[in-house]
Antibody, heavy 123, light 109 residues
Framework: QVHLVQSGAEVRKPGASVKVSCKAS????????IHWVRQAPGQGLEWMGI????????????TYAHKFQGRVTMTRDTSTNTVYMELSSLTSDDTAVYYC????????????WGQGTLVTVSS | SYVLTQPPSVSVAPGKTARITCGGD??????VHWYQQKPGQAPVMVIY???DRPSEIPERFSGSNSGNTATLTISRVEAGDEADYYC????????????FGGGTKLTVL
C-alpha cells in the first residue's frame, strides 16, 4: 500500500511564498511520477505540474502548467522520499487545498493521492 | 488545450442507475479516468483506462468511452455514492497535458 502524507495547513500573506511537502512510503520515486493538483474552495481540480524522478536517484525533471510557470518550483529529496512544491507571489486566488498525487511510470491515472494541504492567503 | 465537459449535477433515486457524462473532442481516442471526491476528502480513483475498476471499488461502478463522450455508470445507487465525480485524460499533444473535467455533483434523492 502506498501512502502520500502531506504537511499541515499554512497561512500566508499576499506576496509571500509557501512550501508544501509530500512524503511517500516505500521507495517509489524511481518508478513513479508525482503531480501537484489544487482545488480552490467550491471549485474543481486543477493540474499544476509534475516532477519526474527519472534518470537515477540524483537527477529529475519537472513540467509545470503554463499558468504557474515562473511561480512554482517542484523539488525532491530522495534521502527522505519527499517531494516539495513551492508557490511564490501568493494572492488570495491561491487559497486552495493542494494535493500531491502519484502516476505510475507509463501510466496516466492518479492512483494514489495525498490527504491535501490547505493554504490560505489572507492579509 | 483539451477541454472536458461534465454536467454540473446529476440526481438519482436510491437503487436506480446514475450516468455521468464527460464530453471531449474524439475522446474515444484517449484513456479516461474517473475520480470520486466526498466533502473534505481527497479524490479516489473509481475507474481507470475507460472501464477498469480498482479492486476496492464496488462492481456497481463501470465506465465506457465512445465517440465524443465517456460515461461513468453507477448501478443500484446508494446514499454513500453521493459525491463529486471528475473525469480526467492525458492529452499528449497539449502543453497542458493533464486535464480534468469540471466535475459533477451526484445527489442521491
Amino acid at each position: 500500500q502506498v501512502h502520500l502524507v502531506q504537511s499541515g495547513a499554512e497561512v500566508r500573506k499576499p506576496g509571500a511564498s509557501v512550501k508544501v511537502s509530500c512524503k511517500a512510503s516505500g521507495n517509489t520515486f524511481t518508478t513513479y511520477y508525482i503531480h501537484w493538483v489544487r482545488q480552490a474552495p467550491g471549485q474543481g481540480l486543477e493540474w499544476m505540474g509534475i516532477i519526474n524522478p527519472s534518470g537515477g536517484s540524483r537527477t529529475y525533471s519537472t513540467t509545470y502548467a503554463h499558468k504557474f510557470q515562473g511561480r512554482v518550483t517542484m523539488t525532491r529529496d530522495t534521502s527522505t522520499n519527499t517531494v516539495y512544491m513551492e508557490l511564490s507571489s501568493l494572492t488570495s486566488d491561491d487559497t486552495a487545498v493542494y494535493y500531491c498525487a502519484r502516476v505510475q511510470e507509463g501510466g496516466s491515472d492518479f492512483d494514489y493521492w495525498g490527504q491535501g494541504t490547505l493554504v490560505t492567503v489572507s492579509s | 488545450s483539451y477541454v472536458l465537459t461534465q454536467p454540473p449535477s446529476v440526481s438519482v433515486a436510491p437503487g436506480k442507475t446514475a450516468r455521468i457524462t464527460c464530453g471531449g473532442d474524439k475522446i474515444e481516442t484517449k484513456s479516461v479516468h474517473w475520480y470520486q471526491q466526498k466533502p473534505g476528502q481527497a479524490p479516489v480513483m473509481v475507474i481507470y483506462y475507460d472501464s477498469d475498476r480498482p479492486s476496492e471499488i464496488p462492481e456497481r461502478f463501470s465506465g465506457s468511452n465512445s465517440g465524443n463522450t465517456a460515461t461513468l455508470t453507477i448501478s443500484r445507487v446508494e446514499a454513500g455514492d453521493e459525491a463529486d465525480y471528475y473525469c480526467q485524460v492525458w492529452d499528449s499533444s497539449s502543453d497542458h497535458p493533464w486535464v480534468f473535467g469540471g466535475g459533477t455533483k451526484l445527489t442521491v434523492l
